[in-house]
Each structure stands twice: as C-alpha cells, then as structure tokens.
C-alpha cells in the first residue's frame, strides 16, 4: 500500500510539473511583456538600458526564448520544433512587441510622454532582431528557385485574383450558410457603425509627418472611403444592405 500510494503521489507531482511547464511560456511572456510596457515609459530609454536592469535582463531573456520557440527551422515542410502550443505562444509575444514598437509611430492625439522613446535605438535594435529572424524564417518555407523559374505575370495575375476573392474562412461559412436573420440584422449593426466610427477616427490621425505606417493606413483611409467615388464608399454598401432590411440607417439609432 505504501509503495503504490508513492507510485501516486509521484505520478501526480510529475503531472503537475508537467503542467506548470507547459504554462510556464504563457507566464514568462505575459510578465515580460509587462516589463517591455515599463520600459517603454522610461524617460531616456537608451541611457536607461545600459545599467542592464532587472526589467531589461527579464525582457531580454524571454525574448531569446521567444526568438528561438518562434520560428523554428523548417525541414521538408515539417517543423523541427511540433509544440505548436509554446511556437504560437512565442508568435503572439512577439508579434505584441513589435506593435507596441509601430505603435509609436501612429499618434493617437494622447499624452505627448508616450512617444519619449519614438526614435530610441534600443527599440529598433529589438524590432530589427525580431524582423531579422521572421524573415529567415519565412525564407526558408519558401522554394526561391522555383519562383525565379516561374512565370512572374501569371503569378501576379493568379495572386490579384485570389486576393480579390479569397476562399470563404470558417467564419465566413458561418455568416453565410449558417447565420439566423436576428444574427444577421446584429451583424449588420455593429459592422455598419464599427466601419463608421473607424473611418470618422482614422481620418483625424493621419497628420504630421508621414511615415511607413501612415501610409498604410491612409491606404485604408482611401479604400474606406471608395477612392473618392460615392457609390464605392463603405457607409453606402452599409446603408444599401440596412434599407433592404428594413432598419434604420442613422448612426445615432444604435
């Protein structure tokens, strides 16, 4: 009885520690994230950081991990790393910092102390090593060779199509095949004023000097918009299907 009661005992400290590893990415991520956020406060960022703080080492060191976790090699179109559940984990931390870093350049009329460290070399020296290793990545899924010998016109030409119409996503399906009209009419009202107030928000953003990411999104200003023409505006797509439905057309109504 003894020894099978230590049997049990082991096997469920095993369990546990199992799961507290399996946690323990998720946990060293969100904190460390929390730590980027502390520093990106930090008055004079660059002089800041050569102290090596316990915020910086902390950040650092999850970042290496991340770095590694993330985008793994990939051989014969199987990644080496198959802990999908640590790789999206990195991913997403990842992917957080570098908005965080974009972020900067987009003012969003706030407190002026937010953008301190808009130009800090520390930033983009981090930006850089997260960019540089993705791209290594992506490079490495990709058959070079085999896109040098294609045909670059055709390419492009089956590319455009596709992105014009893109193969429906699940949710997608859903909204089509599978949506009641009551969800439908609540679809409707919250995409139709969610597209209004971004548009209306987004237009007030986009002074002050341009930079790589102003200009996307005044590219999403002007498609928001119908390039200028009326009858191409997203307000009106959203007006046409709400009178088809009989519902109000009035912002103020929801």
Known sequence: MPSEQAGYISERNNGAHHTLEMRRPE?????????FVELMK???????????????RSFERALEGALASAY???ADGVEINNR??????????????LYRINRLKFFWYDDLSNYDNERSSYL???????EGVWQVWERASLDVAAFRRGDVREGLTRRA???????????GLYFRDEISEAGYRRL???ASLDGLVEASQLSRTLGGVSNDIHAVMT???????GGGRTNRKHSTFFTAMLTELDMLTEPEAY
Do not use: M, N, W
């Open 72 to 74: 793994t090699v990939v």
């Open 161 to 171: 199509a596709s992105d014009v119409l893109p193969p429906p996503s699940a949710s």
């Open 219 to 225: 590219r999403l200003l002007v498609e928001e918009y």
């Open 42 to 56: 930090v008055s004079h960022l660059d002089e800041h950081i050569e102290g090596r703080p316990p915020t910086v």
């Open 124 to 130: 983009r020296e981090i930006r850089d090593r997260i």
């Open 188 to 190: 409707l009202a919250i």
């Open 27 to 35: 946990v060293e991520y969100k904190e460390a994230e929390e730590c």
């Open 84 to 97: 999908v559940a640590a790789v999206e984990s990195a991913q997403l931390f990842l992917q957080r910092v």
